[in-house]
């Protein structure tokens, strides 16, 4: 059994008073086995939360536990392992392949033939992301991005881990590569019974890949649920304005000479070192309070998750967004 667990844990740049929280109290759990994908805008907390697992963000309040217990950040028995979004800059170019690799494999008793068992592990490791043996003795220079990444992923598992965290591992390929990365990593985990939180700001490619998906908003986790209801019934609006931002040939875009919709284009962004108090989608929400005036206690109330697949807001059954419903003065009221 491997699940890695968040308890309520907030991330805290800089000073109290001039630094920035840049994830508060989220809960979040990647259960034995399972793909669990984090999505949200640039800015919102995913890779603060992903580098907090494995002890490269101090956490200021909260726990991160495998299996119930703290996770073990120093030591030869590193099981969680963090992959990054950009495979050219986390490969040293000074060192071949089998090096970096062999260099995250964890030291043993030196013993006769422990070179061997190295390079053997590395052909083996290699083997696994489906990559030549002999690359071992590439340099980074020469290889894809797909192949880097591939070393990358292969580095992370020859720690062992239980649990990978994979940070935006796609998003630097191209796309014809993409399906193919993301295909080894279902094959990989199902045969090595490792568990992953798979991050990406890209909804398209965490609907493929994850079983439940956690939607982050400045900080916050805004909605977690199994990925099929999540996706097939968003409850947060801002899931909803994500998923309409994924193109979709057979749905109408946006009028944009609904007032709504300018209410909500118009908007300023969040300053993430001056949150909106309240909910904090309040500032861009196109159901609550710019353009339904009624809806004023998002401004002030913090939404508690305790909707269907929790989500946090205090209108999520209010099913149509108001950006395609049009004028707001006839939508219906949840309140
Ligand atoms: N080391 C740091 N010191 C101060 N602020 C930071 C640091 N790292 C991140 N931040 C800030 O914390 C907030 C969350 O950043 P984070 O990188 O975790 O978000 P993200 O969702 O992963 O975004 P991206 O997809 O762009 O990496 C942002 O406002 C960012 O500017």
């Not at 890695?4 to 989220?26: I, M, P, W």
């Not at 590193?78 to 392949?97: A, E, G, I, K």
């Not at 939607?215 to 947060?236: C, F, K, R, S, T």
Request: some cysteine; overall charge neutral.
């Amino acid at each position: 059994m491997s699940e890695l667990r968040f308890e309520d844990v907030s991330v805290h740049y800089g000073s109290r008073r001039h630094g920035l929280t840049a994830v508060q109290n989220a809960n979040l759990t990647v259960p034995d086995g399972q793909i669990v994908g984090l999505v949200g805008e640039s800015g919102s907390g995913k890779s603060t939360l992903a580098r907090a697992a494995v002890g490269l963000a101090s956490v200021t309040t909260g726990r991160i536990l495998l299996d119930g217990a703290p996770v073990p950040l120093r030591g030869s028995r590193r099981p969680v392992q963090l992959v990054f979004q950009d495979p050219y800059s986390s490969l040293d170019p000074r060192m071949t392949v089998g090096a970096s690799i062999g260099e995250a494999i964890p030291r043993r008793a030196p013993v006769a033939g422990a070179v061997l068992d190295r390079r053997a592990e590395v052909a083996r490791l290699l083997g696994l992301v489906e990559l030549d043996p002999d690359l071992a003795r590439a340099f980074p220079g020469r290889l894809s991005g797909g192949q880097r990444q591939r070393v990358a992923l292969a580095r992370a598992l020859a720690a062992r881990p239980e649990v990978v965290i994979a940070d935006e591992i796609t998003s630097a390929l191209d796309v014809s590569i993409q399906g193919t990365v993301l295909n080894l990593l279902h094959k990989l985990l199902r045969e090595l019974g490792i568990s992953m939180l798979f991050i990406s700001h890209n909804l398209a490619v965490v609907r493929y890949v994850a079983t439940s998906i956690a939607v982050m908003y400045l900080g916050q986790i805004v909605e977690n649920g199994p990925a099929d209801d999540v996706l097939g019934d968003p409850q947060h609006p801002y899931t909803r304005d994500l998923l309409a931002a994924v193109p979709d040939p057979g749905h109408p875009p946006d009028r944009p000479d609904d007032p709504a919709v300018r209410a909500v284009a118009d908007a300023e962004p969040a300053d993430p070192h001056r949150p909106p108090t309240g909910c904090r989608y309040h500032t861009r929400c196109p159901i609550g309070p710019l353009v339904r005036p009624d809806r004023a206690r998002c401004r002030t109330e913090v939404p508690t998750t305790d909707h269907r697949h929790h989500a946090a807001c205090h209108y999520a059954s209010s099913a149509e967004p108001a950006l395609l419903t049009g004028d707001p003065t006839t939508q219906r009221s949840t309140s």
